[in-house]
């Protein structure tokens, strides 16, 4: 007999994708696979959804957040997703599994996350649903808008196509690190640890990039959003794109500081590469689109190519780029980290 811990995650999904649909019918455009699903609503325009599940105890602990924060980072996963695929959110349910013990003060510090987020970026929430459960957990659905002339896959990137990341990757990894060593802020210094470990409990989906190329009027050619690690994401793009890459080391926008003395050591390369939780975008575009997009957010990190995903390294050798990000069924470890979506 085979268990789910045999298959891990992505195995998993696409064996479960197998028995549900093969193949998409329209209206609908794009299933499983992708950051969400998309469908035509009307013409030349599409809708994209999206959910996300956060289990108490796996994807967020009480001995690290408040429930604001849990309220606010559900959303924000959902937010995100519908950026990776350059649409705008519009509409949110919330399905809530609830102890029946659970202090209901709780609850109203839950929604005001969720309603404060969800509010800032004009998204209202329409329904759900609540049942008992043994412990809390949330799923969220969103549903986003986006002109079809506008949308962006995974599955566009050409080769010769620049690969670019927004904001600095591996900062909300470190800040989780911090907080499972129950780190000493005095240590490294109270801004630094402020900084790090508010991009893992309150992280941003980036929106305003959306907004700001379609002032634009251009968008990349394939986006994926950064839930499970840089390196990982990078070989979505290219299995989905059917291509590789070359990442240039000297040109990931990396942490400043890097933490010393946590349980396990790692390096500032092995956070902005395999840690998750950035929420930042991760995507490709030609020379000519990339002269149009304002870069001060942006940073161009490599390259696709024929085949392969490699690290240039500072040192000038090539190598080998593993996805190493993480799987929710195989790791020992688990992290508070995205999944496949849709």
């Known amino acids: 007999m085979e268990f789910v811990e045999d298959a891990g995650e992505f195995n998993l999904i696409g064996r479960l994708t197998a028995i549900s649909s093969s193949k998409v019918r329209p209206p609908v455009m794009v299933g499983v696979g992708d950051d969400a699903a998309v469908y035509e609503s009307s013409e030349g325009m599409l809708q994209v959804i999206t ?35 350059n649409a705008r959110p519009i509409l949110a349910t919330v399905a809530l599994g609830i102890p029946s013990s659970y202090p209901l003060e709780n609850l109203d510090a839950l929604y005001h996350g969720l309603t404060h987020v969800a509010s800032t970026y004009g998204v209202q929430i329409v329904g759900g649903d609540t049942t008992r459960s043994p412990v809390l957990m949330l799923s969220i659905t969103v549903i986003g808008e986006v002109a079809q002339s506008c949308i962006v896959y995974r599955d566009g990137a050409k080769l010769g196509d620049y690969i670019c990341v927004s904001g600095i990757v591996g900062e909300a990894a470190m800040g989780l690190d911090l907080l499972r060593n129950d780190a000493d802020p005095s240590i490294i210094g109270q801004n630094i640890w402020d900084q790090l470990t508010s991009r893992h409990l309150m992280p941003v989906p980036r929106l305003d990039l959306v907004d700001q190329w379609a002032s634009q009027g251009v968008h990349p050619s394939a986006m994926i959003d950064i839930s499970d690690g840089l390196a990982n994401e990078i070989h979505h793009i290219c299995k989905a794109s059917d291509c590789g890459a070359v990442l240039w080391e000297s040109c990931l926008p990396l942490p400043e500081e890097c933490p010393t003395g946590l349980d396990p050591p790692r390096s500032s390369l092995d956070y902005g590469l395999n840690g998750g939780d950035d929420y930042e975008l991760l995507f490709t575009a030609s020379a000519d689109v990339l002269n149009q997009m304002s870069l001060d957010q942006i940073t161009i990190i490599g390259e696709i190519t024929e085949q392969d995903v490699r ?16 799987d929710h069924f195989t790791s020992a470890d688990p992290q508070d980290t995205n999944s496949e979506d849709a």
């Open 311 to 326: 690290l240039h390294r500072i040192s000038g050798t090539i190598e080998s780029l593993p996805a190493k990000g993480h």
């Open 51 to 85: 959910t996300d599940a956060l289990i108490e105890g796996y994807h967020f602990d009480y001995a690290f957040y408040t429930m604001e924060q849990v309220g606010n980072k559900a959303m924000v996963v959902n937010l995100s997703d519908i950026a990776a695929m």
